[in-house]
């Protein structure tokens, strides 16, 4: 149990960076690009130029240079995660699946080094763009929802242990009256 709640601060440390580098990718002017998904979902490439004409290429290559410091932060986060949920049940997961969290880091390195060619309009590499995007996101869906999980823990966790002090704080004030 003391390990896990060692561990516990370390996963902390690891959701602080994760959290502060996506409040800047969002809203930092110099990295903001308002429509995202929109551009990484796009159907084809036509739509694709659309979507990132009202952007200076400048301004597209700082977020997605910006965004490799991003995969470093949440492919931690998700490693962290998947071991805090192994300390909290005293269970081990096989190495591969470890192994598993990294995979959506790749991907979005694979996006980001295929969107800047994309936007140098080399059109043939779209079809591995539109098929690594959603790869990536099927994939970081499951570790986002594992970290929502758990900071719900926590929070309902700690809301529990807030809500029992308060009471025994009325209590005691009660009882000295």
Known sequence: MKKLNDFQKFWWLGLAPTVVSMMVLGG???????????????????????????????????????????????????????????????????????????????????????????IENCTYYFSVYFWTVRLKWGIAVLFMQLILAILLFYLMLNGYYLVAKFLAFLRKKKESE
């Open 28 to 118: 930092a002017a110099c990295f903001k690009v308002d429509n995202l998904l929109q551009i990484e979902f796009a159907s084809d490439f036509k739509t694709f130029k659309e979507l990132i004409a009202p952007y200076d290429k400048a301004l597209l290559i700082n977020n997605h240079y910006f965004d490799f410091f991003f995969i470093l932060c949440y492919t931690v986060l998700f490693v962290l995660s998947l071991k805090l949920i192994s300390l909290a049940l005293d269970f081990h997961f096989k190495k591969s699946l470890y192994l598993l969290c990294l995979l959506p880091g790749l991907l979005d390195v694979l996006e980001n080094v295929l969107f800047l060619g994309l």
